[in-house]
């Protein structure tokens, strides 16, 4: 008995995704059921760096990436969502380009494959929902950054999944991001053994969810550098950023609100409220003497 034809629109198919800059609450909060779950919400970067795949079908039964074994993987498990044809038939190869820095904390690897994934989708002529796409990000990397997502979200990043979507965007900010490695690789997150808080840590993340929830409600930039301030210095413990100290009196002496980092990574981002007085120049100033002292500048975002 012939099998049956299958006829479906197939065509090169491109997706892009966008970086982000480190965290501004990372740690373990309660979702809806009263269970602790490992959560984070990050900086968006937006018109920064950012990842671009192109996905050329074919019914070889294989996929090539370049070496890219995320990226292969996250294009077998969205050929395995989107594709019409049967295991054996589903093929083609990724072309991915990205200008983000790898290693320091800003979402290279989600990138890559979350793009990767749009890519397929976008040669079966399927636009897939932003947790359609995260969940497939989690079964190719093991852990994911919400670069998919719209708005502010407390995202589970083992799970793919939002706990709580804190508002549609952050309050108006100037953040001044550098790098604050000295030299040698970049970190691998993967490799990070998961922190083991404990129950003091926690109840304080507790807090500053409500706190940064509040932030988000009430457009306080204050607040979120606050929040992520906080948020970085229980990050010590785990993982510590031996410039994180610096940054803090940097900012404070320079009118900011707090700094924010990178939980699992060495990007930083000194955080500035635009509507105060002097923040230009303040901004100006701070961003020359992290030149000097030696630092990277990644970014000045205006948020």
């Known amino acids: 008995m012939a099998r049956e034809t299958v006829t479906a629109v197939v065509r090169t198919g491109t997706g892009h995704a966008p970086a982000h800059h480190g965290e501004l609450l990372q740690g373990v909060f309660h979702d809806a059921d009263g269970r602790l779950r490992r959560a984070l919400v990050t900086l968006?970067?937006?018109?920064?760096?950012?990842?671009?795949?192109?996905?050329?079908?074919?019914?070889?039964?294989?996929?090539?990436?370049?070496?890219?074994?995320?990226?292969?993987?996250?294009?077998?498990?969205?050929?395995?969502?989107?594709?019409?044809?049967?295991?054996?038939?589903?093929?083609?190869?990724v072309h991915l380009t990205s200008d983000v820095p790898p290693g320091i904390g800003m979402g290279s690897s989600t990138s890559d494959v979350t793009a990767a994934i749009r890519a397929v989708a976008d040669a079966h002529v399927i636009t897939p929902g932003p947790i359609d796409v995260a969940r497939l990000a989690v079964l190719a990397e093991g852990a994911s950054d919400p670069v998919m997502i719209d708005g502010v979200?407390?995202?589970?990043?083992?799970?793919?999944?939002?706990?709580?979507?804190?508002?549609?965007?952050?309050?108006?900010?100037?953040?001044?991001?550098?790098?604050?490695?000295?030299?040698?690789?970049?970190?691998?997150?993967?490799?990070?053994?998961p922190p083991h808080y404990t129950e003091r840590e926690i109840r304080a993340f507790a807090s500053l969810r409500t706190a940064l929830r509040r932030a988000v409600d009430r457009g306080d930039p204050l607040l979120v550098g606050r929040v992520a301030s906080a948020s970085a210095r229980l990050n010590q413990r785990h993982l510590p950023n031996p410039r994180l100290s610096a940054l803090l009196a940097l900012c404070r002496s320079h009118g900011g609100c707090g700094v924010q980092i990178a939980h699992s990574g060495?990007?930083?981002?000194?955080?500035?409220?635009?509507?105060?007085?002097?923040?230009?120049?303040?901004?100006?100033r701070c961003a020359a003497r992290l030149t000097e002292q030696g630092l990277t500048i990644t970014a000045v975002l205006d948020l």
């Open 44 to 93: 968006p970067h937006p018109g920064g760096p950012g990842s671009r795949a192109i996905f050329h079908p074919d019914r070889s039964g294989r996929v090539e990436a370049r070496g890219r074994e995320k990226v292969r993987r996250a294009a077998l498990l969205a050929l395995g969502e989107f594709s019409p044809y049967p295991p054996g038939e589903r093929g083609g190869r």
């Open 153 to 193: 979200v407390l995202f589970a990043q083992r799970e793919g999944r939002i706990l709580e979507t804190l508002g549609p965007s952050l309050p108006p900010m100037v953040v001044i991001g550098c790098d604050t490695r000295s030299g040698g690789a970049g970190i691998d997150t993967l490799a990070l053994p």
């Open 266 to 284: 060495t990007v930083a981002g000194l955080i500035f409220d635009p509507r105060r007085p002097g923040t230009p120049r303040n901004v100006r």
